[in-house]
C-alpha cells in the first residue's frame, strides 16, 4: 500500500511540474517570485527586483501578502454564507492584486499559484475569487476578457474539490553554462 500511495504522489508531482512547464515564462516568473514572497522562502527584492518599479510592485505585494497567515487561518471547512465576508473579502483583494500584475492570465496558473500559497482548502473559494477580481474595473477590458474565458466550465461549477495538498513549489534556479556540464 505504501509505494502505491508514493507512485500516485509521484505521479500527480510530475503532472504539477507538467502544468507549470506550460505557463508561459513571465507566468512561470511571477509565479517563483509570489511564492518566495507568500511563503518567506528568499530575499525577492534581492532576488526579483530588476528596476524601480518591480521593486515597487515586490514592496505591494509584501504588504498585501502579509494577510496569508490570517487567511489560511480562517479558512472554513464548509462553504456556509458565514464564511463569504471573513474568506472571500481578503482573498479577493490578494487575487485582485496578483490578477492585476498581468502575469497570471489564466485561472489554470492562478489555481496554481493560490493552491500553493493558502494549501488545497482554499479551492472551493478559487473559482469566486478569480471571477470577482477578474470582473473589477480597475482590469483592462481585454485582460478582463482574457481572465475571464479563460475559466472553464468544469472548473466554475465543480461539485467537489480534492484536499490533496500540491506536492510541487516551483523555486528560483541558478542558470548552469553548457560548458560546466559534464559530458
Not at 509505494?3 to 516568473?29: P, Y
Not at 474565458?149 to 541558478?174: L, Y
Request: net charge positive; hydrophobic share 45%.
Amino acid at each position: 500500500m505504501g509505494s502505491r500511495m508514493k507512485a500516485a504522489n509521484g505521479t500527480m508531482t510530475l503532472a504539477e511540474m507538467k502544468e507549470f512547464a506550460g505557463f508561459a515564462a513571465s507566468t512561470q516568473r511571477y509565479i517563483r517570485r509570489s511564492l518566495d514572497i507568500g511563503l518567506d522562502r528568499d530575499d525577492a527584492m534581492l532576488r526579483w527586483s530588476r528596476d524601480v518599479v518591480e521593486a515597487a510592485s515586490i514592496r505591494a505585494q509584501a504588504r498585501l501578502y502579509s494577510r496569508l497567515p490570517d487567511i489560511r487561518m480562517t479558512m472554513p471547512d464548509g462553504g456556509g454564507l458565514e464564511s463569504v465576508e471573513p474568506v472571500l473579502g481578503p482573498l479577493l483583494t490578494l487575487s485582485a492584486f496578483d490578477l492585476g500584475q498581468g502575469r497570471l492570465t489564466t485561472f489554470a496558473a492562478y489555481r496554481f499559484l493560490y493552491e500553493r500559497l493558502i494549501g488545497a482548502e482554499v479551492r472551493p473559494w478559487l473559482p469566486a475569487a478569480f471571477c470577482s477580481a477578474a470582473a473589477l474595473p480597475h482590469l483592462h477590458p481585454e485582460l478582463r476578457r482574457t481572465l475571464l474565458q479563460s475559466i472553464s466550465e468544469a472548473a466554475a461549477t465543480a461539485s467537489g474539490w480534492s484536499n490533496r495538498q500540491p506536492g510541487f513549489f516551483p523555486k528560483w534556479v541558478e542558470k548552469v553554462e553548457a560548458a560546466a556540464l559534464p559530458h
